[in-house]
């Protein structure tokens, strides 16, 4: 089978970069996108190069930064701006391939093996007129990898920033790629770089070169894995986007959402406000979605220790339903932790997973604990009917109005679903 | 000696027209004083950024007066322009 021509583009600094370029006087200072100090979301977004150069960290706390960086400015982020650049990226994408598989707001796979024949430009000829347009239509700068499988473009769009295109052949790849350390390679993070360098394994070439005696011992299956991706053996497809959907065509495995808190939870009330928006916030995309769930989980973040403790329980029946979701979330999070101010916690997050159909036939059961469902259903589909006229704070449940916090917060609407893992199907 | 100068985003109010396809042709733009300056021709329309003052759209290089100018759609629906901010005349 022949060689595909996969491209990687990244979007360099994304949401710091969008602001310096729709505001010019923020150009030639250090820019950092904070979240809100006062909503206790106050880290560091993105950051420009100039930001980072002084030592500035993405997901660092703004106090640190800076601290770093004196003379910071900070700006807080424009999603809707972010989105809309997003958008435009993709469709200046669009004309070179119909096989585009977006990674985040700042990042997407192309698939452009076809598009020689059709355009007459090689993929790197490609990779420079896409980086060209992007600067001339929007502003902003990309890196730009290219490869024939997806791990290796996005290694030549990381090797290489800002505004650069790489391309990694197989006459190259073990002087470029080979030589890197293995924490460049994707989906290798610290606690992998730590087991592989215990093993004498720095580099890619090494991982490439692993036994599979040590993969199997040090890393199980994930190891051989890795070491595919190293031998530039990936034939992950790049995955069409759906427009209508806004989402690339993949199976949506569960539906979750958590947030952090204004201020500690340290009361049930409080507690309970949290997770009814958030479960009503699951339900509600689950029934745009026409899915139901089996199963239920709830993770608390603990304010002293920042650490998360989760539980989940399997439902009798599949459900969309509210407050099904929302009593056994609540239900979950009671036996999970004392909710009083002696453990007070800093984030909830609720999700329903093991889903099937909405419209798959449902086995009804004797010891139905919610014998209401009908009614129950009928009054989602009002509220969601509502909702989607008035917007979604016009109908909030009751026990959400007994915290301020959980009454000001849109759950749905303030949701982002970050990238889903490459390895999801 | 010419002082030094700046841009900065000028919102304006346009006429355009519109053909049966969508496509939009600027007609005339008038400035924040009242003045009425009629486009005499539309030489190019193309997306792109600017740089000088941020944003992005699709941006018509018009002749106005005899003199060429830039003249920006938005993606919000506003036409803008680069207006020239002169510095003090005789500035280092």
Redesign the interface.
């Known amino acids: 089978m022949p060689d595909r021509d996969v491209l990687h583009s990244d979007i360099n600094c994304c949401y710091a970069q969008i602001e310096c ?4 006087e923020l150009r030639g200072k250090p820019v950092v996108v904070g979240g809100d100090e006062e909503a206790r979301h106050g880290i560091v977004l993105a950051k420009n190069l100039i930001a980072k150069r002084a030592g500035v960290k993405t997901a660092m706390a703004l106090w640190e930064a800076r601290k770093a960086c004196p003379g910071l400015v900070v700006v807080p982020p424009d999603y809707r701006l972010y989105m ?2 997003s958008r ?1 990226a993709r469709e200046i994408y669009y004309d070179y391939t119909d096989r585009v598989e977006p990674f985040g707001p700042d990042e997407a796979w192309l698939d452009v093996t076809g598009t020689r024949r059709c355009l007459g430009l090689s993929p790197a000829e490609i990779a420079r007129e896409v980086s060209e347009r992007m ?6 700068s990309v890196s730009v990898g290219v490869s024939w499988n997806k791990i290796f473009a996005k290694f030549g769009s990381d090797y290489k920033k800002p505004d650069a295109v790489t391309v990694i052949t197989r006459e190259n790849y073990r002087e470029v790629v080979w030589q890197a350390p293995v924490r460049d390679l994707l989906y290798v993070g610290p606690a992998t770089e730590r087991k592989l360098h215990s093993s004498g394994i720095d580099t890619i070439g090494q991982l490439a070169c692993a036994s599979d005696e040590l993969l199997r011992n040090r890393l199980g299956k994930m190891g051989f894995v890795l070491r595919g991706f190293a031998r530039g053996q990936d034939a992950t497809e790049v995955k069409p986007y759906d427009r209508d959907a806004a989402d690339v065509m993949r199976e949506i495995k569960s539906y979750g959402n958590g947030l952090t808190a204004p201020r500690d939870i340290c009361d049930p009330q409080s507690a309970k406000a949290y997770v009814w928006m958030l479960a009503e916030s699951v339900a509600q995309r689950m029934r745009e979605g026409r899915a139901r769930a089996r199963t239920v989980s709830v993770g608390a973040r603990a304010a002293d220790d920042l650490c998360t403790r989760s539980r989940q329980c399997k439902l009798p029946v599949a459900t969309d339903v509210t407050l099904e979701v929302a009593r056994a979330a609540w239900g979950l999070l009671r036996e999970l932790e004392p909710l009083d101010a002696s453990h007070p916690l800093r984030g909830i997050h609720v999700r329903a997973s093991d889903l099937e159909p909405a419209d798959a036939d449902l086995q009804a059961s004797l010891f139905d604990p919610l014998p209401r469902r009908t009614e129950m259903r009928e009054l989602d589909a009002s509220v969601d009917d509502l909702r989607r006229r008035y917007g979604n704070k016009c109908v909030v449940w009751g026990a959400q109005l007994v915290d301020e916090g959980a009454a000001s917060v849109d759950a749905k609407a303030d949701n982002t679903v970050h990238p889903v893992s490459f390895f999801h199907s | 000696m010419h002082g030094i100068e700046s841009r900065k985003k000028t919102y304006v109010e346009a006429v355009v027209d519109i053909d049966p396809d969508g496509r939009q042709r600027p007609l005339a733009i008038y400035w924040g004083d009242g003045r009425c300056f009629v486009v005499d021709r539309v030489l190019e329309s193309r997306r792109a950024a600017s740089m000088k003052v941020g944003g992005h759209g699709i941006r018509y290089t018009v002749e106005i007066c005899g003199r060429t100018k830039h003249l920006w759609h938005s993606d919000d629906g506003r036409w803008y322009v680069e207006e020239i901010v002169p510095g003090n005349a005789g500035a280092l």
Not at chain 1, 21 to 24: H, I, M, S, T, W
Not at chain 1, 135 to 140: D, F, N, Q, S
């Open positions: 370029q729709a505001r010019p809309d650049v435009r600067v001339a239509e929007l502003g902003i």
